[in-house]
């Protein structure tokens, strides 16, 4: 057991000692390519703001709606200047909305057609949105 835990530490050592992050001990390193004409634009305060919307809007599935919206704040607006502002029902066709249209139902592996900014610039049904499932016996088959 001790042995295990000098080998765990080891590794440990080896994977964060190098890192760039910059976030001290444990950060880890991690790089990205990003395909600029894809990134939102940015306010004045260097913010980029995402605006996002429910398709097919319905009360039932709060709780779900809540994990979402809760999840992009803990990963996506923790680490960068993306900030999703909206998130009510689309109060307008998905081919007029500027923003993300997230959909959800059946049928269909959760995904989007498009990444970044393009999302608002296709005509659906391949742009404006994202698809989700919040059905675990439904998702159990993608």
Known sequence: MKLQRVLFIGLFWLLTAGSSYGGGFG?????????????????ADGIHEIPVCWLDFDDSTEQERNWVR????????SVSLARFIGWEECTVPAANFDGVAIEVGAGRAPHTD??????????????????LIFDAQELRGY
């Open 27 to 43: 950060a880890p390193a991690f790089e990205a390519y990003v395909f600029r004409s894809t990134i939102w634009p940015a306010g």
């Open 70 to 77: 809760n999840a992009v704040r803990r990963t996506w607006e």
């Open 114 to 131: 498009w990444l970044g900014s393009d999302i608002a610039t296709q005509d659906p049904p391949h742009g404006h949105g994202m698809f």
